[in-house]
């Protein structure tokens, strides 16, 4: 390399420099050992500049407002900087910020494939059974036995459901 | 810690008896999933990560198609023996770096690994020679499904499955097919391919992944984008572009002999003679020639048997299997001679190049 070129994010001397094709346009970025690192260039499952570049296009802090994850801790910031999410409800709590980047880099925003249809009904029932519980522990501190009975028979049944769909699978 | 695998008799990469195809060298499937309760990998606490790893440890060696398998604790292997892993591709650099409770299960014939707390809880990979989308996905989606029965996987029922990065997220499936494209590199048309697959999202990156040059001319072409698409749909339109890529490839090889005959008999026939007598040969030089190997089965001047001794070369001639042959750490000049010796073994053993097979082809 002729000349002497710096990383495009931290201005150290650059020694990664990719080049790729995206969209008809050649892009060009340079990078240090550590922020290659950093952004995973090196990884051998391999890496589209695109992805690194609507990172970039994450980084300046168009003044909105500063999420946080209630369940990770993962900020705004985190996101932008990284690029990553940090578990399941960030999916949720950083919607609005992410739609946006899910159209460009997606074919489409809903997902049209597989569905793990045994974990979620595993997980709705178990959701469904947690709640009519609840519901019946009210109801007997409440001492409204009339309501208690009639959850403890609900729980009864759904547990009965439940074993007789497992049955048949 | 792993010589039973590289020992093993039946290793889909490096042992396989079946012919392979032209042009076409493996095809690869690879799922990210995660736990719902847990955060992803990155933001997970150490002792959460190790729960991770425990969980689905135990799940996976549960599994009757993990049976015989092998579970590797990351933290556990050297540094050797993670990059003889990465060159075989049963695990990732990213794996390698990642910090503790980190592992991946492997099964017994190599043609699934399954990584826990890489970038997200699991990344399931299935892999086999020659060009086969549709009989990987049957088996990784049979082999998800049954996961399924013991873990309960983030999910949402707009986005598909979660992930860490959101490049992957939906069907979480990458599905990279790995081609032997001398023909297109040759006729300088390579760009001009990068550049059309590119616009429908669809990647092109070398032997091992971006920032990896195509030695050898060997290149991973695998879909860009996951979400919106089903995963047929996904395999469907990378099946097609694919299919186009290997008739151009083929046109190009033609081209290629029509024009220049003797220039390429010359260097398929100097490879040969490098790879039978040379005594240093470094990896670069090793892929390349290999290469032209690979072309020579494909013209039927090798017999079509040697295919899968090529492929295997291709592997076997990476830095960390010389190093790991040798038996301990040796100097990159010593493993240029330690890969020359394996070399000339190898194709002392070939017969002799059959130029009249290229002759009668124009």
Redesign the interface.
């Known amino acids: 390399m002729a000349e002497n070129l710096n990383c495009s994010y931290c201005n150290k001397p650059a020694t ?1 420099h ?1 080049t ?5 346009k050649i892009i060009k970025v340079d990078l240090c050992e550590s922020c ?2 950093a952004k ?12 690194l570049l609507s990172k970039t296009n994450l980084s300046p802090d168009k003044g909105k407002s500063q999420i946080t994850c209630p ?4 900020s705004t910031a985190d996101f932008r900087r ?7 409800s960030c ?2 709590n950083f919607e609005s910020l ?1 739609k946006p ?2 159209e460009d ?12 249809d ?3 009904s ?2 709705t029932s178990i959701a469904k059974l947690n709640s009519l519980e609840n519901a019946l522990h009210r109801a007997i501190t409440e001492e409204a036995y009339e309501d208690a009975a009639r959850f403890r028979d609900e729980i009864q049944a759904y547990k009965e459901h439940v074993e007789s769909q497992a049955a048949q699978q | 810690m792993i010589e039973s695998l590289l020992n093993a008799d039946n290793a889909e990469l490096t042992q396989s008896t079946k012919k392979g195809a032209p042009v076409v060298l493996s095809t690869r499937l690879r799922l990210a999933r995660n736990l719902v309760d847990v955060p992803f990998p990155e933001r997970a606490s150490n002792t959460q990560r190790s729960n991770v790893m425990t969980r689905c440890a135990d799940q996976i060696g549960e599994l009757t198609q993990m049976k015989n398998g092998a579970f590797f604790d990351v933290a556990e292997l050297s540094d050797l023996e993670r990059q003889v892993l990465v060159e075989r591709h049963l695990i990732s650099r990213e794996l390698c770096e990642s910090q503790s409770g980190s592992g991946v299960f492997i099964n017994k014939d190599q043609t699934c690994s399954i990584m826990i707390n890489e970038e997200d809880h699991l990344r399931i990979q299935f892999l086999k020679t020659g060009f086969s989308l549709r009989y990987l996905w049957k088996q990784i989606d049979r082999f998800d499904s049954s996961l399924e029965n013991g873990l309960d996987l983030a999910f949402s029922s707009e986005f598909g499955y979660l992930t860490a990065c959101p490049t992957n997220l939906g069907t979480g499936l990458r599905a990279s097919v790995m081609l032997h494209l001398p023909g297109l590199v040759i006729s300088e048309q390579m760009d001009k391919v990068i550049r059309a697959v590119n616009q429908l999202g669809i990647t092109v990156r070398g032997l091992f992944g971006e920032g990896s040059d195509a030695t050898g001319h060997v290149f991973q072409i695998s879909n860009q984008q996951t979400l919106g698409e089903s995963e047929g749909e996904i395999m469907a339109r990378l099946g097609s572009v694919l299919k186009t890529i290997i008739d151009h490839e083929i046109n190009a090889r033609f081209k290629y002999i029509e024009k220049n005959r003797a220039r390429l008999l010359d260097q398929i026939g100097r490879a040969f003679g490098a790879l039978q007598n040379a005594h240093v040969i470094n990896s670069n030089e090793a892929m390349n020639l290999l290469s032209l190997m690979r072309l020579a089965v494909d013209l039927e001047m090798l017999p079509e048997v040697n295919r899968p001794d090529v492929d295997r070369l291709f592997i076997e001639c990476q830095p960390g299997h010389i190093q790991y042959a040798a038996g301990e750490g040796i100097e990159p000049d010593a493993r240029d001679l330690c890969r020359a010796d394996i070399l000339r073994e190898e194709f002392f053993r070939l017969p002799a190049l059959d130029f009249d097979k290229v002759n009668k082809l124009v």
Do not use: W
């Open positions: 990664v990719l790729q094709i995206v969209n008809n290659a690192q995973g260039v090196t990884d051998s499952e391999g890496y589209a500049l695109t992805d369940d990770c801790g993962l990284t690029g990553r999410l940090g578990c399941a999916y949720h992410l980047f899910l880099m997606h074919a489409g925003t809903a997902h049209k494939g597989k569905i793990p045994v974990a979620l595993r997980q």
